[in-house]
């Protein structure tokens, strides 16, 4: 203690050296907590909720639609219990800084899946006899001050109405709360009645974004997954059963963490650790040993680096090769509607699993989107011959020669894509942009 006086006057001597330690101390301590939090976020075990629940979405892509056929064959797959179908609808409520999930979902089957959803009897009841009803996590109706019988308009940001509108006025009949202080996060979400949607929507009758699968026993999860995969493979339609955490994991992914957003981690090899992007859309790798602490400025709109050769060992099947969270994450993104930063996610995809057809999709999808169409053209080509039977595939291809300015094949891809899917307006539409 004799020395305390000398720590104190040297302490007093330089406040501004001080001050600054003393903040880079804090600042320290701040940036472990919050870094904690994403690690338990990504790393938590399984809750019970969830462990009898799969989710069966497009082997292709997570932007393609599946058809409501597969339902049925589904259900007959020994260990399914019951089977719930949903759809990503991307509402914006008042300004688009508002975000929070919107999901269109089949609401008896979607309610008795998920029990950790505590909800009044009268207004689940309410939920699935309303046309237009919606019901909300007590977090958000607090959070926007709403209240059973109030009226939710959203503006459509993938969806329009059958009008040409983009307004979905919802009537709010319930609200929710989680059954575990834990899964308080599902509190953030709004669900609306899917026949209402799929009524109303301009396009794609028919189709749902994916499937909610509980199973009998948790421990049958993989075999099912398996057999439900197994049905439709060598389809146009072939899915991807996964586990409902994994599912979550690459939502979780997304969610922003200001001030410099923490867009997406990268399981990837030692030399690139973690991508940020700032608040102007710039997007920087931290690169190097752990030790180095390099940030290097990537230019989304740089030509895409070559694919690498596949290695040594043997990889003849598509499936054995899997590229990770960030092809996941990519197709969420290219889902969610951001073609750019999904462009630079795929693209490290497709650099781990050059054969992968699927993956080259997506990156062509998300091409076209970017203003980028020479180069999706030739992925788009690779990815119809795998699929020649898939209408959102020959939409994105005719949209990328029609960017190109080969409207005789633009016009071409849009009549394939009419004639398998007579229903579907939207590829006379664009036909009659063509003309003839």
Known sequence: MKYLHLIWMGLRRKRTRTLLTLLSVAAAFALFGLLDAVRVAFTAPQNLAGIDRLIVSSRFSIIQPLPFAHLARMQAVPGVRAIAYANWFGGVYQDPKNFFPTIAVSPQAFLDIHPEMLIPAAQRQAFIATRTGTIVGAALAERFGWKVG???????????????????????????????????????????????????????????????????????????????????????????????????????????????????????????????????????????????????????????????????????VTRTCDPGEVWRRGQMLLQLGFPVPARADLARARLRCPERWDIGLALGTALVGAGRAAEAAPLLTNALQHTPGNVENWMTYGACMAALGDSASARAAWQRAAALAPDDPRPTRLLRGVGP
């Not at 009645?193 to 109303?200: C, P, Q, R, S, T």
């Not at 963490?257 to 990837?268: A, D, K, Q």
């Open 150 to 316: 109030d009226k939710i308009p959203l503006q459509a940001t993938i969806f329009p109405n059958k009008d040409g509108s983009i307004l979905w006025t919802l009537d709010l009949v319930g609200i929710f709360h989680a059954a575990q202080p834990e899964l308080r996060g599902m509190e953030q979400q709004l669900f609306f009645n899917y026949a209402y949607f799929d009524e109303a929507r301009e396009f794609g009758q028919g189709t749902v974004g994916w499937y909610i699968v509980k199973v009998d026993d948790p421990a049958q999860v993989d075999r099912i997954a398996l057999a439900i995969d197994r049905l439709f493979a060598n389809s146009s339609d072939e899915t991807k059963s996964q586990s409902e955490r994994d599912f979550q994991l690459v939502v979780l992914a997304l969610q922003p963490y200001p001030p410099i957003r923490l867009f997406r981690h990268l399981v990837s090899a030692s030399t690139w650790q973690l991508v940020y992007v700032d608040g102007e859309g710039a997007v920087f790798v931290r690169s190097g040993a752990p030790n180095v602490e390099t940030l290097h400025p990537i230019a989304l709109d740089a030509p895409l680096p070559e694919p690498v050769p596949p290695p040594s060992r043997e990889v003849s």
